[in-house]
């Protein structure tokens, strides 16, 4: 079992930054692809961000890309989603998402990820 805890998550105000953080305890894989996804209030939880187990590749949704940067710390188990120059359609909860990594993953797929954080809200004011 793998657990997922995000923290990062506040009010900020538009066009500023937040740095969201995922720490993974438990049972490890050798190779785990990590991402972020989000939902808003009455909507679909949507895809935001993956990287694969290297971090050499990593995915965006084409609205946080130049905005938003994943990262990982393999040796900290922790995954990063910095977050810049914030709008008010960022506001959610946003949920980092662990699965086991393979070279045919749909990273954006919700249902490729095993292990799932609490969620973290960010509120985004105008």
């Known amino acids: 079992q793998v657990h997922l805890v995000d923290s990062g998550g506040g009010l900020v105000q538009a066009g500023g930054s937040l740095r969201l953080s995922c720490a993974a305890s438990?049972?490890?894989?050798?190779?785990?692809?990590k991402a972020w996804f989000r939902q808003a209030p009455g909507k679909e939880r949507e895809f935001v961000a993956a990287?694969?187990?290297?971090?050499?590749?990593?995915y965006y949704l084409d609205s946080v890309k130049g905005r938003f940067t994943i990262s990982r710390d393999n040796a900290k188990n922790t995954v990063y989603l910095q977050m810049n120059s914030l709008n008010p359609e960022d506001t959610a909860v946003y949920y980092c998402?662990?699965?086991?990594?393979?070279?045919?993953?749909?990273?954006?797929?919700?249902?490729?990820?095993?292990?799932w954080g609490q969620g973290t809200q960010v509120t985004v004011s105008s």
């Open positions: 998402a662990a699965g086991p990594d393979s070279s045919a993953r749909d990273y954006p797929n919700s249902s490729e990820y095993t292990y």
């Open positions: 438990g049972r490890t894989f050798s190779s785990v692809a």
């Open positions: 990287i694969s187990s290297s971090g050499r590749r990593t």
